[in-house]
């Protein structure tokens, strides 16, 4: 496997964490490129920023049995309104994963919220892959 493609599954994978991370650009670059197949750069991606959320989720499943130390990144009101907010609109809110600022962070909710993982995976496999494809398809019929 080409270093562009590691590249891009780090990018994506980090991406999906709460690491500042821009996966999109890597893509758009690789597709531009033109040296790489399409399906094998939305696989690549789309695995890579699912796994990071999948991250995510597990951290979250751990997560509240810290809620009490100082370091603790999230206040216990946070922590409730996003759980509330979960409750509210439930799994179908993984469909939003893939936005930037909220989407890793809805994951790690998931995680807290007990979320099964394969309803999990599902939804933010689509919602994700939805991303990249879309992405592809403007970059590609932008370009030519």
Same mark, same amino acid.
């Given at each position: 496997?080409?270093?562009? !493609?590691?590249?891009?599954?780090?990018?994506?994978? =980090?991406?999906?964490?709460?690491?500042?991370?821009? #996966?999109?650009?890597?893509?758009?670059?690789?597709?531009?490129?033109?040296? !790489?197949?399409?399906?094998?750069?939305?696989?690549?991606?789309?695995? =890579? &920023?699912? +796994?990071? #959320? +999948?991250? &995510?989720?597990?951290?979250?499943?751990?997560i509240e049995r810290f809620r009490?130390?100082?370091?603790?990144?999230?206040?216990?009101? *946070?922590?409730?309104?996003?759980?509330? *907010?979960?409750?509210?609109?439930?799994h179908w809110s993984l469909l939003?994963?893939?936005?930037? %600022? $909220?989407?890793?962070?809805?994951?790690? %909710?998931? @995680?807290?919220?007990?979320?099964?993982? @394969?309803?999990? +995976?599902? $939804? %933010?496999? +689509?919602?994700? =892959?939805?991303?990249?494809?879309?992405?592809?398809?403007?970059?590609?019929?932008? %370009?030519?």
């Amino acid at each position: 496997m080409s270093g562009a !493609y590691f590249g891009l599954f780090f990018a994506a994978f =980090g991406a999906a964490t709460l690491l500042p991370l821009q #996966s999109e650009a890597v893509l758009v670059g690789l597709l531009l490129s033109d040296r !790489y197949g399409l399906w094998a750069l939305l696989a690549v991606a789309t695995f =890579g &920023n699912v +796994l990071g #959320s +999948l991250l &995510n989720w597990w951290l979250g499943r751990g997560i509240e049995r810290f809620r009490d130390r100082r370091w603790f990144p999230v206040s216990p009101l *946070h922590l409730e309104k996003a759980r509330l *907010h979960y409750q509210r609109y439930g799994h179908w809110s993984l469909l939003l994963s893939w936005l930037p %600022v $909220i989407g890793d962070p809805l994951t790690l %909710v998931a @995680g807290v919220m007990r979320e099964p993982l @394969g309803r999990f +995976l599902l $939804i %933010v496999t +689509l919602a994700k =892959g939805a991303r990249y494809g879309v992405l592809a398809v403007a970059t590609l019929g932008w %370009v030519g």
